[in-house]
């Protein structure tokens, strides 16, 4: 998560970066678009469509209210467009670049189709802008996107296992049972129901009315599923521990590192003095020895 | 747990430390509601009352007995509340300030509306007053209140996805499948049995009798509820692994600034060596100068 | 893991170590029921037993031959007790001090009482030796055992919840819900079933068609158990960390501690170098001091 | 992971390093067998037979089409034999000696198998040579299997469980239960159901009819395999957890050695300096006495 937050916060720098040679105006713009009080009157008209969109659900109210409701909607979708377009013309090509502000696009985009087309539920799509308006949230969903390549590799393996499960279901009780292994699309369907553990039981006594040994298949199915789905989790948490591992490898490094330093300039201090002995010695020998001479001729 | 366990001594410590000042009958009352035996006493108490109101439940014994357990039960209710009404006289405005506390006062107050009002089954809310009593309980439940903020914002992303779900599946299935998606609030109730995987196969059978692709509504949000659930967990973890990994490398930076004290001091005496040899090297030249000076005088 | 094995150890240590002081022909005894061949023996003859009894559960098979399964059962019976006689005579006092020993004593004798009462079921548990005879077993089974401190006092937490949700549940719903909330005992069991989330919506949604706010109840139950549950998983991970963490942290004092050593011998020398050099130049002072007078002396 | 990672370029290096002393051709075949052009080609085979098998299950394509599909499949089973045979003719012995070989050689003979008699499912088997081709999925597949031995004990552990349960079990319910509890094997499966924790409530509840404290069996079963199930679980992330502690506690050993090393060296010349200003010092005391010999000599 820590590598999220940080990812967030370099992210918002590069905004404030870029934002040199451009417009006063449009500088102004980028400065009032990143104002506590317009993100959180946004926030606010989120939560409030969020409401609206609930409201619209319930039959009495909802229909008894639909157009004020429908005129409500409509408001809010053309907020979020407006603040969408500002976006877009404060920050142009860099709006492009920034995973969040293309989330944003994407979502509001699909909800103006929802508005005008059968897809109205689609129109929803337009809360989870709460994300981008929320940093917590934003870290959050971050981790969990940046879970997601570490667990893959298991998740294809998951499904390689599927799969070959639903090839074997549909060949041997897709004659007998086709509501459960018709075909590939209904094995897998029926194979990801008891991939959940919910009703496994009732499949496979269904199953086992017309071949006796399925038991066989269900059981070797929920273990290899099972085990395959707990290393899913082990794999997440490793990686984390491995993370944190490697900081700390590495904080030990570096601190070492400083130590030996530190010796290294007592090693070079005590070799300095070695030397100098040896001066002072070839220096007082030298002295001496003059001074002998000196004194024996002295002497003499 | 480590963290809540301190956080518990300190509290005890305070308690004790703001007792100067205070009339000697109120330190003595503060040391009678603090003894083994207050305490122990409480514990069974509460112990008792758990079991009558077990026995309360019981068609048979329960009304045979009501008169008698009745009784039993005010008994109990007049005791915690007279425990409660001394410990507050005794700790005035630090009662208030102490978590556990306002926990008892909370609990103890709802089971006295609890006793006469309808809501009689709150009574039992006393029972929780153990958690008071007993440490190890204070402490695991403050480990568990504690895990609660690490894991909030996780709680916040599966909120706003069972919303979003709901309102797509109230728009989609309402009209059809009024018992399970027929408002927003059927719907989020429908979508968290489905989250706990109970019966989610039986809700998506009924559904697809309408609409062919309910399927994917279903296994897309299995599937994304589970994940999230699933990094929730990963979260607590975390923390913990984190939590202790900080600690060592706080430990390891701790060690190795002693140890870079101790190579400071060895490299301070080292350079006092260099002067003292450098001092001795210039006195031993003077003196030798100066001694062939005199000799070669005495030469002369 | 690790500890459990060393306990283990320990104690096979112990045993030889009190061997002193005993006649010969039972360390003899010992030596023969420690060897590797009396111990496969026996291993076989466990997993023979464990067949039969599993042979015996047939109805074709388990009535035809019911007088040798009967013989087979009293053949491995007594084989075991005569082993357990031999064991306690071969480590009297000892005997009843090993973990080991008691649970072999246990169910061996709860074999027998099953041998001859109607709970002929229990004859089994005589299985459960092989894990005594196991080394590796041994571990695991001491590895579960030691966890179960771990997560006592959380259980005792999870304990109390349901307690307290059945005494609500039991006055709330019990008069019209007598098979799921009759009483304190079915509420409790109930309230189990709802903690594995096996059936709970069948369970709620029975209650709901008399009380209209019991989802409230349910909810609340099936999100404060599986919180309470996971932290029961998140603590036993968190103790093998956190012992991890400090056997690192232990391992780093001492390696400090060691360098520290280390520096500390370099700076005593240093330190002396410091008082041979004062020492020398003090020397050098006098010896010149005397000279230039000599040498004076000599000039005159 | 990364130990399955470390052992699969191990493995691919001595493949290279044993080609000495192979004739040429033989050489070229290997290269040609490891490009990357060659394993990508059958890649795509393998994915092509995974879709051919797949729209093979589907009752209205699938048996208008049967004639093509046949064929088709012929053709990709000719081709993974005629890979796998010029596998074996290019390495010999060595192929026999490599786990993933053997997986190939393994899945596809009962391919074949499988092509010509009555389990035509097992024919899919044969999409499992996926794992070979990607080094990615080889490297998920080793974690798996080499996560197998560390859970391996307590999944003995639980089989005992199992095995004592269901002889419990058969010996109680056997006789009023026959489909759930009649012998020990629909014993067994009844219990891995009540393991998955799915629908154990239904199996209670039915054997709840005859024996009234069939609940104690039910819910110590689900708490002991639970439990048991939790510690496997506890096991994978713990020998991973104790693995990185090691690592770090040898790069701990490793850089303190160093840095001993580094100290050693400035001990081992201080102590020089010791001995040169213990010689220095001799030295000097033996000129300066000669000199005062000298001069006194001159003197007089």
């Known amino acids: 998560m820590a590598r999220s937050k940080k990812a967030d916060e370099k992210q918002a720098t590069l905004q404030l970066a870029e934002g040199q040679g451009v417009p006063p105006h449009v500088l102004k713009l980028r400065k009032f678009l990143q104002a506590r009080?317009?993100?959180?009157?946004?926030?606010?008209?989120?939560?409030?469509?969020?409401?609206?969109?609930?409201?619209?659900?319930?039959?009495?109210?909802?229909?008894?209210?639909?157009?004020?409701?429908?005129?409500?909607?409509?408001?809010?979708?053309?907020?979020?467009?407006?603040?969408?377009?500002?976006?877009?013309?404060?920050?142009?090509?860099?709006?492009?670049?920034?995973?969040?502000?293309?989330?944003?696009?994407?979502?509001?985009t699909i909800s103006v189709f929802g508005a005008f087309s059968v897809f109205r539920a689609f129109r929803v799509l337009r809360v989870l802008h709460l994300v981008t308006v929320l940093p917590r949230m934003r870290v959050v969903v971050s981790a969990l996107i940046d879970s997601i390549p570490g667990i893959m590799s298991v998740g294809v393996v998951l499904v390689l296992i599927l799969y070959v499960f639903a090839v074997i279901g549909s060949n041997m009780f897709g004659d007998d049972h086709t509501d459960l292994f018709g075909n590939i699309f209904t094995s897998m369907y029926t194979l990801f129901q008891v991939m959940t553990l919910e009703g496994w039981p009732d499949v496979a006594s269904q199953v086992a009315t017309t071949d006796r040994y399925s038991w066989i298949y269900f059981v070797a199915f929920v273990m290899i599923a099972t085990f395959t789905m707990l290393n899913l989790l082990v794999a997440i948490v490793v990686r984390v521990v491995e993370e944190d591992s490697n900081d700390l490898e590495g904080a030990l490094v570096r601190e070492n590192a400083d130590l030996r330093d530190e010796i290294h300039d007592v090693h070079r201090d005590v070799v300095q003095l070695q030397e100098m002995i040896s001066g002072m010695q070839r220096e007082m020998n030298t002295a001496l020895s003059d001074l002998t001479v000196e004194t024996r001729k002295a002497r003499d």
């Open 37 to 108: 009080l317009f993100q959180n009157s946004i926030l606010i008209l989120i939560v409030m469509n969020a409401v609206s969109l609930g409201v619209e659900t319930m039959p009495g109210i909802g229909t008894e209210y639909a157009i004020p409701l429908l005129r409500l909607d409509t408001f809010f979708l053309t907020v979020f467009l407006i603040e969408l377009a500002l976006r877009i013309y404060a920050y142009r090509g860099q709006f492009f670049r920034n995973g969040w502000s293309i989330f944003d696009f994407v979502i509001i």
